[in-house]
């Protein structure tokens, strides 16, 4: 009779999560569609201007590439759960890595042209001049990194972005290459900490302005963490901003 109750348990608990991924799939689907249905809707008719065309390509192109990046993001997180993900340690030059993280999230600030925000890069481990050269997965550092550094950008309105480098040591004796992001941003409160690796989940919004998002991005980044067998801290203060550090585990070459 145990057994019964407890297969009985584990079924309900699959339909409940069941359920709640197709809500939150259906949901992230249907609004940008929604947007893009309107938009087409308002271009097609003979008497928009040009201003309302501009801003309604704006809104479109928006749309889509949320659309893109849900399903990205949606297919890498279910090939991370299944196992298709594996490590491929190759040699990298750090700097140049860095540089992409950087060049490739500040297009992302420019294309929300907030002018108020202040992105830097802090690098603490050398020049162009002298590369360094580090043996580990740097595809997927990359786009654990990029995910976090997007999170900042969508959660600050003004103030500071920081994306900084170095090197240190964990406890069982590893280098480890530690990255950290920071933000002045809206900050997420303390008990939500343990929440917000969780997929699909997002911290209840309050305040006039609404923030997007399928809430994949960090559980992602989790994800990949702990395949490299890395860390990730949060140090996070409500309305002062967030600071995500993330150590990989490197070898120098």
Not at 2 to 20: G, M, P, R, W, Y
Not at 109 to 137: E, R
Not at 140 to 160: D, P
């Amino acid at each position: 009779m145990a057994n019964v109750n407890i297969s009985t348990d584990i079924h309900e608990e699959a339909l409940k999560l069941q359920t709640s991924f197709l809500k939150t799939i259906s949901h992230e689907i249907r609004t940008p569609l929604n947007v893009i249905v309107g938009c087409c809707d308002v271009l097609s008719q003979p008497d928009c201007d040009s201003e309302t065309r501009e801003m309604l390509v704006v809104q479109l192109k928006r749309s889509v590439r949320y659309l893109l990046d849900f399903c990205d993001n949606a297919a890498f997180i279910n090939s991370l759960e299944a196992g298709s993900v594996k490590p491929r340690p190759n040699e990298f030059d750090v700097i140049f890595t860095l540089d992409f993280i950087y060049n490739s999230t500040k297009s992302l600030l420019k294309a929300k042209k907030n002018d108020s925000i202040c992105y830097v890069m802090n690098n603490s481990l050398g020049s162009h001049a002298v590369p360094v050269h580090l043996y580990g997965d740097d595809s997927l550092m990359c786009r654990a990194m990029v995910l976090i550094v997007e999170n900042a950008i969508k959660f600050t309105e003004q103030g500071s972005i920081t994306l900084s480098a170095g090197f240190c040591t964990a406890n069982d004796g590893r280098e480890m290459l530690e990255i950290q992001v920071s933000d002045t941003g809206i900050g997420i409160p303390k008990e939500y900490h343990r929440n917000i690796f969780q997929k699909f989940w997002k911290a209840p919004q309050t305040g006039s302005k609404i923030y997007d998002g399928a809430g994949l991005g960090l559980s992602i980044v989790h994800q990949i963490v702990e395949l490299l067998e890395g860390e990730i801290a949060l140090v996070s203060e409500v309305d002062k901003g967030s600071t995500f550090s993330v150590r990989f585990p490197v070898t120098r070459c």
